[in-house]
């Protein structure tokens, strides 16, 4: 199984900063097969990036990803005040199933 | 615009028995593959299963392997998850997620609002 880390476990930033949260892969993952979802209380997980950059349907193009092989970045350019949030990395290999990182919280300096 | 809408959960005691449901709308629901993920109260993201759009195929983590059987009936849009032997590691909220692009990345477009499954004496 690949196991994700996710850093900072916690962010502390103002309105207008900007976001950089990491996942690392425990094992090289094609870029095609890691994903980022955003979480707020209450609700279900909503994608926001697959192939490890490319924005889901209707995702402002404030949120970008990057990274390939075990590093991977999801960079909020500028928080607005509905990006606080739990995010989460997600990585799906056929012999290895699907693992999600165990989130990073962005939550209001 | 598509909906999936869970249903089922409850309290139940250690070795009980639990029946999920997930009605989808909204799209053509046979040709999608689904998957059910669980979390845990404060706790993150675990993927249980997922089946093929005609559900012939299934596929299930290793903690629910054997107790838990997904199932799916294209003629009513409607996904089950029947879950046995329950322990308490299994309380979560379940959500059903709807996979695009025929399976071949198994990445989540649309989720449901999930459904809170309790194992407790």
């Known amino acids: 199984e690949i196991v994700l880390t996710q850093s900072p476990g916690t962010l502390s930033l103002s309105p207008g900063e900007r976001a950089i949260l990491s996942c690392r892969a425990s094992q090289s993952v094609s870029s095609r097969f890691l994903a980022w979802y955003q979480q707020k209380p209450g609700q279900a997980p909503r994608l926001l990036i697959y192939?490890?950059?490319t924005r889901a349907t209707g995702i402002p193009d404030r949120f970008s990803g990057s990274g390939s092989g075990t590093d991977f970045t999801l960079t909020i350019s500028r928080l607005e005040p509905e990006d606080f949030a739990i995010y989460y990395c997600?990585?799906?290999?056929?012999?290895?199933?699907?693992?999600f990182g165990p989130g990073t919280k962005v939550d209001i300096k | 615009q598509v909906q999936l809408v869970e249903s089922g959960g409850g309290l139940v005691k250690p070795g009980g028995s639990l029946r999920l449901s997930c009605a989808a709308s909204g799209f053509t629901f046979s040709d999608y593959y689904m998957s059910w993920i669980r979390q845990a109260p404060g706790k993150g993201l675990e993927w249980v299963s997922y089946?093929?759009?005609?559900?012939?195929?299934?596929f299930y983590a290793d903690s629910v392997k054997a107790r838990f059987t997904f199932s799916r009936d294209n003629a009513k849009n409607s996904l089950y998850l029947q879950m046995n032997s329950l322990t308490a590691e299994d309380t979560a909220v379940y959500y059903c997620?709807?996979?695009?692009?025929?399976?071949?990345?198994?990445?989540?477009?649309?989720w449901g609002q999930g459904t809170l499954g309790t194992v407790s004496s």
């Open positions: 997600q990585q799906y290999g056929s012999s290895t199933g699907v693992t």
């Open positions: 997620a709807r996979v695009p692009g025929g399976g071949l990345v198994e990445i989540y477009d649309h």
């Open positions: 089946i093929s759009s005609s559900g012939s195929t299934t």
């Open positions: 192939g490890a950059s």
